[in-house]
C-alpha cells in the first residue's frame, strides 16, 4: 500500500511539472515566435529548477496533519480526522524528496529534448 500511494503521489507531481512546461513552452512559443520544441526543453529546465527550490525548502504545508490545524479544527469533528488518519500508510517519502525526483526528472527530460 505504501509504495503505490508514493508512487502514485510522485507521478502526480510529475505530471503536474509536465503539464506547467507544457503551458509555459506554449505561452513562450507564442510570445516570441520561436521553435516550440526549444521553448519546450527551456520550460522542463525552469520547472526543474522551481521543483529543485522547494525540495531545497523542505516539507510542504499541505502534508501537515489536519488534527493540527486550528481552522480545520474547529470546522469538522473528530472522528471525520480519525477516518482520514486510517487510510494514510505508516511510512511516508517526505515532499522534499518528491521534489527533489522531479527536479531530476524534469531536467532529464529537458535535457532529452535538446
Known sequence: MSARYELGRLLLRLAAAVAAALVLALLWALAHGGDFRHS??????VIGGLALLMGAVGGSPSRRDAASASWIGKAARWDTFQANAADMPGTTVT???LALVVAVLMTLLGWAIS
Open 40 to 45: 519546450l526543453e527551456l520550460g522542463c529546465y
Open 95 to 97: 515532499p522534499a524528496i
